[in-house]
């Protein structure tokens, strides 16, 4: 089983930029690896994934061109820069890893961002 930790989230003013950081320990093999986040009283959602081998990403609509996610392998560590920031990217992000193609089976304590107006 694979330990995800992430860190990096705080509060930011609308427009400003936050990097989150993700460190995986444990399980070593996976297929990909990604960002989910949660606002309160919504669903969680899927915000970007990176293949691990192949470095290929994608994003969520509501993301794209102001997010941007990367993978260092050497430190089995992926990253999420946000840029841009609005209100309605404030959540709590979560880390996850597919181990097996398909099933986002492991999961981080998540970190708290907060984008003020």
């Known amino acids: 089983q694979a330990q995800l930790v992430e860190s990096g989230g705080g509060l930011v003013q609308a427009g400003g930029s936050l990097r989150l950081s993700c460190s995986a320990s444990?399980?070593?093999?996976?297929?990909?690896m990604g960002w989910f986040r949660q606002a309160p009283g919504k669903e969680r959602e899927y915000v970007a994934g990176i293949i691990w081998s192949a470095s290929s990403s994608s994003y969520a609509d509501s993301v794209k061109g102001r997010f941007t996610i990367s993978r260092e392998k050497p430190k089995n560590m992926i990253y999420l820069q946000m840029n841009s920031l609005k209100p309605d990217d404030t959540a709590v992000y979560y880390c996850a890893a597919q181990v097996i193609k398909g099933s986002w089976s492991e999961w981080g304590q998540g970190t708290q961002v907060t984008v003020s107006s």
């Open positions: 444990g399980r070593t093999f996976k297929y990909a």
